[in-house]
């Protein structure tokens, strides 16, 4: 059974991804341009970026599919592969920047050394990847059975 999006949670969805503080964080990392210019590049950027996005989202409400689902729409299927490639390439950037900036402001708490925060932070986040695939065996380690049927019953 496949859950259908609403235009709703579609809208909630790329709100959230379109207004987010480390967005506006990681636009003054490439835009030096001064206070008043630089803050009306990232306003500019957003406000464009907004509306490219509730656009998709809405698209993807209307009929009830994914973004992704969306494109293939247009593209078609291999047509669509190219947006699916370039989707991974920015989710690896975006992954780098939330790394930098987490590495960052851990070691504004723990002087360590950035280096040493980038490493940490990128290990946690291979072991987050490790437990949701499905037959990994750091599931099996870190999820023991009853987990999983507590998980699954949902009654916690």
């Not at 990681?26 to 206070?35: E, V």
């Not at 406000?47 to 247009?74: F, H, N, P, Q």
């Amino acid at each position: 059974m496949t859950k259908k999006t609403s235009v709703f949670s579609n809208a909630l969805i790329w709100f959230g991804a379109g207004v987010s503080i480390a967005e506006i964080l990681t636009g003054t990392y490439f835009a030096p341009l001064g206070m008043a210019k630089g803050f009306l590049a990232i306003v500019v950027g957003h406000v464009i970026g907004c509306a490219m996005m509730l656009l998709a989202g809405l698209i993807g409400g209307y009929t009830g599919r994914s973004a992704m689902e969306t494109v293939k729409m247009s593209f078609g299927r291999k047509g669509s592969l190219l947006f699916a490639m370039l989707n991974v390439l920015q989710l690896v950037g975006w992954t780098a920047i939330m790394i930098y900036d987490g590495a960052l402001a851990t070691n504004g708490i723990l002087n360590v050394g950035p280096w040493v925060w980038c490493v940490v932070i990128g290990a946690l986040i291979l072991v987050w990847i490790a437990v949701g695939i499905t037959d990994s065996p750091a599931r099996a380690i870190l999820r023991p059975s009853w987990c999983r049927r507590a998980l699954a019953s949902r009654r916690w």
